[in-house]
């Protein structure tokens, strides 16, 4: 059981370029949630997803797009990377609307020159 | 959601309780106040949650005012791998989506 993984763990682009970012949990959990966070700042939600299909904005969604064509993976994409979205970007996971507990992955460091 | 306000910062001896207040004065009834802490360079971890009642689990204690307008994360026995920033988040648990939102949360140093 690995939890939540993120691939790939460090990237580099430069302004304009695109790249998609992969996040997959084994847990099957329903709902995903993409963050991003800047140097001595909070988590910021960018989107989540409540199941298999589904999608939606959160606090800071643009400039970024999503898919949840497969229930265990949500990935986030970068149609053309900015300066300003350099940072470390975390998924999380959780089980049902009953439950709690965000499971995080380990987080994937971008940097845009 | 209700807005929380936590120090942004508290050392803590090593073997002693380290207790991380934070304030949330307008809480809703149906609002649970979660506590999650981030390692240097890790994703965040859940700590423990409650709605009016003290909580407690094998990693820490939450202590909730009867007003539910502040509570106070209790470590008993801090260790050095304690040292993270601790997140005090209040949010309705059974709200669409069950979005979390992180604020700057409190830096605990743990010094032995």
Same mark, same amino acid.
């Given at each position: 059981? *690995?939890?939540?993984? #993120?691939?790939?763990?460090?990237?580099?682009?430069k302004?304009? #370029? @695109?790249m998609?970012l992969?996040?997959a949990q084994?847990?099957?959990?329903?709902?995903?949630?993409?963050?991003?966070?800047?140097?001595?700042?909070?988590l910021r939600?960018?989107?989540y997803s409540?199941?298999?299909g589904?999608t *939606?904005?959160?606090?800071?969604?643009?400039?970024?797009?999503? $898919?949840?064509l497969?229930? #265990?993976?949500f990935?986030?994409?970068?149609? $053309?990377? *900015?300066? @300003?979205?350099? $940072?470390?970007?975390?998924?999380a $996971?959780?089980?049902?609307?009953g439950?709690?507990?965000?499971?995080?992955g380990p987080?994937?460091?971008?940097?845009v020159? | 959601d209700?807005?929380?306000?936590?120090p942004?910062?508290?050392?803590?001896?090593e073997? +002693?309780?380290a207790?991380?207040?934070?304030n949330?004065?307008?809480?809703?009834?149906n609002? &649970?106040? &979660?506590?999650? +802490?981030?390692?240097?360079?890790?994703?965040?971890?859940y700590?423990?949650? %409650?709605?009016?009642?003290?909580?407690?689990n094998?990693?820490?204690?939450l202590?909730?005012?009867?007003? +539910?307008k502040?509570?106070t =994360?209790?470590?008993p026995?801090?260790? =050095? +791998?304690d040292t993270?920033v &601790?997140?005090?988040i209040v949010?309705?648990?059974?709200?669409y %989506?069950n979005?979390?939102?992180?604020?700057?949360?409190?830096?605990?140093r743990?010094?032995s």
């Amino acid at each position: 059981n *690995a939890g939540v993984t #993120q691939t790939p763990k460090f990237r580099v682009l430069k302004t304009g #370029q @695109s790249m998609t970012l992969l996040c997959a949990q084994d847990m099957n959990h329903e709902y995903m949630y993409w963050y991003r966070q800047d140097p001595g700042m909070g988590l910021r939600l960018i989107h989540y997803s409540v199941g298999e299909g589904t999608t *939606a904005k959160g606090e800071v969604p643009d400039g970024y797009n999503v $898919s949840r064509l497969k229930k #265990q993976n949500f990935l986030l994409g970068l149609e $053309s990377a *900015a300066p @300003s979205q350099t $940072s470390v970007y975390f998924c999380a $996971s959780r089980g049902d609307r009953g439950s709690y507990e965000q499971y995080f992955g380990p987080g994937t460091r971008l940097t845009v020159t | 959601d209700a807005k929380t306000t936590q120090p942004p910062s508290m050392d803590c001896a090593e073997g +002693r309780a380290a207790n991380l207040p934070c304030n949330h004065s307008t809480i809703s009834g149906n609002e &649970y106040v &979660y506590w999650y +802490r981030q390692i240097h360079s890790q994703g965040p971890q859940y700590i423990i949650h %409650g709605l009016k009642n003290n909580e407690t689990n094998e990693m820490a204690s939450l202590i909730i005012t009867e007003d +539910r307008k502040s509570s106070t =994360l209790i470590l008993p026995h801090a260790t =050095l +791998r304690d040292t993270a920033v &601790y997140y005090c988040i209040v949010r309705a648990s059974m709200e669409y %989506g069950n979005k979390l939102v992180f604020g700057a949360g409190t830096i605990l140093r743990v010094k032995s």
